[in-house]
């Protein structure tokens, strides 16, 4: 049975940080494509960070330069560090997980077959 447990979201004010965690169960981060999604109200979910087997991430252009994704595989957990935060980024931020180690050129949430529950980062001006 596979888990994704997400934490680390609340409200910060314009310019702040936060640092997600997503602990996984029953998927090995070193061996699986991740990623995280966030879905503001009456959006799509958009992928924001994938992060390959061999560690590199890549990024939507929104957050290019102001998060950092990555891993530590004796751990099994996946980490969002987000920097310079602004309101648009306010959404449901939620981890995933794909079967297949491999990762497409996009973070598209119809090829991740698990999912955390979300956490809630509010970000005000």
């Known amino acids: 049975q596979v888990q994704l447990v997400e934490s680390g979201g609340g409200s910060v004010q314009t310019g702040g940080s936060l640092k997600l965690s997503c602990t996984a169960s029953?998927?090995?981060?070193?061996?699986?494509?991740m990623g995280w999604f966030r879905q503001a109200p009456g959006k799509e979910r958009e992928g924001v960070a994938q992060i390959a087997v061999f560690g590199g991430a890549g990024y939507t252009d929104s957050v290019k330069g102001r998060y950092s994704a990555y891993k530590d595989n004796a751990k099994n957990t996946l980490y969002l560090q987000m920097n310079s935060l602004k309101p648009e980024d306010t959404a449901m931020y939620y981890c995933?997980?794909?079967?297949?180690?491999?990762?497409?050129?996009?973070?598209?949430?119809?090829?991740?077959?698990?999912w955390g529950q979300g956490t809630q980062v509010t970000v005000s001006s």
């Open positions: 029953g998927v090995l981060v070193r061996t699986s494509c």
């Open positions: 995933a997980a794909r079967t297949s180690s491999y990762c497409g050129s996009n973070a598209r949430p119809g090829d991740f077959n698990y």
